[in-house]
Nanobody, 121 residues
Framework: QVQLVESGGGLVQAGGSLRLSCAASGRTFSNYPMGWFRQAPGKEREVVATIGGWSGSITYYRDSVKGRFTISRDNAKNTVYLQMNSLKPEDTAVYYC?????????????WGQGTQVTVSS
């Protein structure tokens, strides 16, 4: 079992920044690749960024967030972060963290409860 709890969402003006955190407990966190996903109203859940296990040297970003978002992990704190800069209204969504993101949205077992990010124009 892996339990994931997100925090750090909120309301911010366009151009602002937020840092999301995902605290993990349960099985060995450092082994797991981790990912951030988001889901806007009426849209499918989509991957935002992923980070490999252990050192987290391998990362992936969807094109629309490249250069603005940074994913990182602190294995000593069992936490993965998503630093979001230069936020845009189209970034508004519920953000979820997940373990083993490569499984795909429909097969991922471990999800957090989600945190709302709202970007006003």
């Amino acid at each position: 079992q892996v339990q994931l709890v997100e925090s750090g969402g909120g309301l911010v003006q366009a151009g602002g920044s937020l840092r999301l955190s995902c605290a993990a407990s349960g099985r060995t966190f450092s082994n797991y690749p981790m990912g951030w996903f988001r889901q806007a109203p009426g849209k499918e859940r989509e991957v935002v960024a992923t980070i490999g296990g252990w050192s987290g040297s391998i990362t992936y970003y969807r094109d629309s967030v490249k250069g603005r978002f940074t994913i990182s992990r602190d294995n000593a704190k069992n936490t993965v972060y998503l630093q979001m800069n230069s936020l845009k209204p189209e970034d508004t969504a519920v953000y979820y963290c997940a373990a083993d993101p490569a499984k795909g949205v429909k097969s991922i077992v471990y999800w957090g409860q989600g945190t709302q990010v709202t970007v006003s124009s």
